[in-house]
């Protein structure tokens, strides 16, 4: 069992920047895909953005092309998400999540949560 918890989340004001981090313990991370996703309150959680276990071949939804990357430090077990020119709209519980193998941008496919960490935008 994979355990994720979610840091760097706060409070900036639009076109600032922020980095989440991502933790896992329980498993050796390198092994897996890792991936980004986030839910605004009354909306269903969202693909942001993903990472093979290589840490190579990435995806980013459409809205944070440009603007956000992902990556990772398997020797840290620990993924990251650079968030830049942030906008309102990026409010959102931004979640840690991964699965063992493949890629996918369906919350339904991931095996292993983090509990989330809030970032507001503010106009």
């Known amino acids: 069992q994979v355990q994720l918890v979610e840091s760097g989340g706060g409070l900036v004001q639009a076109g600032g920047s922020l980095r989440l981090s991502c933790a896992a313990s329980?498993?050796?991370?390198?092994?897996?895909?890792a991936a980004w996703f986030r839910q605004a309150p009354g909306t269903e959680r969202e693909f942001v953005s993903g990472v093979r276990g290589n840490g190579r071949e990435t995806y980013y939804a459409d809205s944070v092309k440009g603007r956000f990357t992902i990556s990772r430090d398997n020797a840290k077990n620990t993924v990251y998400l650079q968030m830049n020119n942030l906008k309102p709209e990026d409010t959102a519980v931004y979640y840690c999540?991964?699965?063992?193998?493949?890629?996918?941008?369906?919350?339904?496919?991931?095996?292993?949560w983090g509990q989330g960490t809030q970032v507001t935008v503010s106009s």
């Open positions: 329980g498993g050796t991370f390198s092994g897996y895909t």
């Open positions: 999540a991964a699965r063992l193998r493949g890629s996918s941008p369906s919350t339904n496919d991931y095996s292993y």
